[in-house]
């Protein structure tokens, strides 16, 4: 049987992930972001954001 291969994530520095929240594989996200309880983050993200839903889209900007 073939190997399964995972693309690489990438989580910066300060953020916050809600309880029982994914990152998919190949995600990326900067710093300081706020991300709700149960959101699914797909794709790649800046800093400074508050995302919700799934999939996880943003909902306005952090202040720290």
Sequence with gaps: PGAMLLEESR???GNSLGV???LQAGSAI?????IAP????????GDR????GN???I??????
């Design 38 to 45: 149960g959101s699914v983050v797909c794709g790649s993200y």
């Design 49 to 52: 954001h508050r995302m919700a």
């Design 30 to 34: 900067g710093d300081a972001n706020m």
């Design 55 to 57: 999939p996880a889209v």
């Design 11 to 13: 989580l910066g520095d």
């Design 20 to 22: 029982r929240s994914l």
């Design 59 to 64: 909902i306005g900007e952090t202040d720290c």
